[in-house]
């Protein structure tokens, strides 16, 4: 809205063209323009004059705001407005990073979870009794005690391997790995501690929540491999299902990614089933500002085990390789994008979920690169912790490893 | 808990500039990602010097910054920067006594078309170094900030109905110039 006083068409002409012109003043000004060709023409101009400014809004280079954050005393060397190399600001950029409270999260995040893996084992590691002797080597036995008519062939295994051996001496038997399990017997009678039998318990438990593993399975599997007698598993104490709700839905990504890890302890069998979704997880996040971040993910891959329990009045060792779905919540803590290198964004992330068979944890440290505004990829590397109950006793399982994906925000 | 900056007001992200935090700098950020380009364009084009526009740009954001430590009140934080910059602009321009070349004197470059951007931003750049300052001003202020009528009248300080004069004389003397390009 104007005045409304002008010293000629043209002029108003101009204030219609900048958008400054009412309804009202318009009018007239239009009738002026349907019967002045001269004013018609100056009107072509001054839009062609119009044209030649657009599109000329001048972005400032990247480096001067760096010498901004330099001279208004965000960064390392203040008042210095000396543009750096890349390799001296990757150093400025660590440095700020390493004093984040950030950094100081991630940090604890791995000493609680070593802590936690150390008391967990503390028995096993400091009170465990000398360790065996046998060779590392697998060798054939003529004499091992198989149960019945069948007498295979079967592969003894000595593993020295103190964490997971209460005992002074194991004899490891391994089935082929087709069969996804191994029992080990050996021949230091010890008294039964576990209630006989109970065949009903024991197939509706699905010990370790591995479909594939099935008393009967050993005796007509046709693989010709020995029978459990009289094994009692304690069946499986489902994971209470794990939620996160967000209260908004502003910001949300999708991140889809996949890892690959060494496990402790690994088990030299290969999983029966490989679905094509093994090693995929799927997240989705929301961001309650551009640092923290809450959200779900699921996930499926291949669990390593190794535990002991009693049969009978023997105990023996199982091993296997669980296909676990896992789900839970997750918290996800983003520092500041670091501008020399390409607008990386270090991430810290930690999940909380669970398996059939336990809870699950998993800590990762990796970064983002954003190739557009709304889709990024990320790598990093990844720690996770899987614990279970065996007949009342704790084990667990670690991989280490990385992971890799692409990240969708919308 | 913290606004997500993206979503706060620009004088929301003044206030909370003050903290000596990585969410400060953050919202030092987000207000240099608003404001920015249009004020190194203002820059770049009151002054014509590439080298004197950047140092006065930096100086126009570090000054800034600087403000947010004093604890004051601030209602347009666009206008304030915008304020700063044209103050750094005016001082260096009477400082240097930048020569003005009378329009009619002016030796305009010739170029065949005006297609390629470079060019035209040259061309254009000439033209406006030809027009006096109080007209040039709000011609830049216009035309390139895209500012209405009544903000340039309160960044300027004067009334809207001598921005609108003055912008129309700027357009008038500019046209002039560009008669035979803007035929084309």
């Known amino acids: 809205m104007n005045d409304g006083t002008y010293s000629s068409p043209s002029e108003q002409l101009s204030a219609l063209l900048d958008g400054e012109l009412s309804a009202t003043e318009s009018s007239p000004l239009f009738y002026e323009l349907a019967n002045n060709p001269e004013l018609q023409e100056e009107m072509h101009q001054m839009l062609a004059m119009k044209k030649l400014f657009q599109g000329t809004s001048i972005i400032p280079p990247d480096n001067l705001k760096h010498r901004i954050l330099l001279g208004a005393g965000l960064g390392i060397t203040a008042g210095s407005v000396i543009p750096q190399s890349t390799i001296s600001s ?4 660590a440095g700020q990073f390493l004093q984040t409270h950030g950094f100081y999260m991630a940090l604890s995040g791995v000493v609680t979870g070593l802590a936690t893996t150390l008391a967990l084992n503390w028995n096993a590691l400091f009170n465990a009794p000398e360790k065996a002797t046998a060779p590392l080597i697998a060798q054939k036995t003529e004499n091992f005690q198989t149960p019945e008519q069948q007498k295979p062939e079967v592969i003894i295994k000595y593993i020295e391997k103190k964490v997971f051996i209460p005992v002074e001496k194991k004899i490891f038997v391994q089935v082929p790995a087709e069969a996804n399990i191994a029992s080990k017997e050996d021949n230091i009678p010890i008294e039964p501690v576990q209630p006989a039998f109970d065949k009903q ?4 438990s699905k010990p370790i929540g591995n479909k594939n593993y099935f008393a009967n399975d050993f005796a007509n599997n046709g693989l010709g491999h020995m029978i459990l007698p009289n094994t009692q598993i304690a069946p499986r104490v489902p994971n209470k299902a794990f939620r996160t709700q967000t209260e908004d839905k502003n910001k949300f990504s999708f991140t889809l990614r996949q890892f690959a890890a060494a496990s402790i302890p690994t088990v030299d069998l290969k999983p029966i089933s490989e679905p094509t979704l093994n090693n995929l997880a799927l997240s989705l996040m929301y961001f309650i500002n551009p640092n ?10 291949n669990i390593e085990q190794q535990f002991t329990g009693m049969d009978g009045n ?9 296909l676990a ?4 919540g997750l918290y996800q803590f983003s520092f500041d994008p670091i501008e020399n290198l390409g607008d990386i964004i270090p991430f810290t992330k930690i999940f909380l979920g669970g398996t059939r068979v336990g809870p699950y944890a998993k800590t990762s440290f990796g970064f983002r690169l954003p190739l557009s505004e709304n889709v990024a990829i990320m790598s990093g590397l990844e720690y996770s912790y899987l614990y279970y109950q065996f007949q009342g006793k704790n084990f667990n399982t670690q991989k280490f490893g990385a992971t890799y994906g692409l990240v969708i925000k919308f | 808990m913290k606004k997500a900056y993206k979503t706060m007001t620009d004088e929301e992200l003044y206030r909370a500039m003050a903290d000596d935090n990585a969410y400060g700098r953050h919202c030092f950020d987000e207000i240099y990602l608003r404001h920015s380009s249009k004020v ?12 004197l526009a950047d140092d006065l740009f930096q100086e126009t954001f570090i000054k800034f910054f600087n403000s947010s430590k004093s604890g004051r009140e601030m209602t347009n934080v666009g206008a304030f920067i915008f304020k700063i910059a044209r103050n750094l602009c005016l001082n260096e321009k009477q400082r240097k006594h930048h ?10 470059p010739y170029y065949d078309d005006l297609s390629d951007s470079k060019e035209r931003e040259q061309f254009l750049q000439t033209a406006l170094d030809a027009l006096p ?3 040039r001003e709000m011609l830049i202020l216009k035309e390139y900030l895209g500012l209405t009528y009544n903000e340039i009248a309160d960044m300027l300080e004067t009334t809207m109905a001598t921005v609108r004069i003055r912008i129309y004389r700027a357009k008038t003397k500019l046209r002039e110039l560009l008669v035979p390009y803007l035929e084309q």
């Open chain 1, 90 to 93: 990757f150093f400025q950029n």
């Open chain 1, 201 to 204: 318990l024991y197939l509706a």
């Open chain 1, 292 to 301: 923290h971040a809450f959200g779900i993910e699921i996930g499926q891959e």
């Open chain 1, 314 to 322: 023997k105990e023996i060792t199982w091993t296997q390789n669980y």
């Open chain 1, 325 to 328: 779905f896992w789900t839970g």
């Open chain 2, 40 to 51: 190194y364009t203002y820059c770049k084009k009151v002054l014509g010097d590439s080298d």
């Open chain 2, 99 to 108: 020569t003005f070349v009378p329009l009619d004197e002016l030796n305009m």
């Open chain 2, 133 to 135: 300052r109080k007209y």
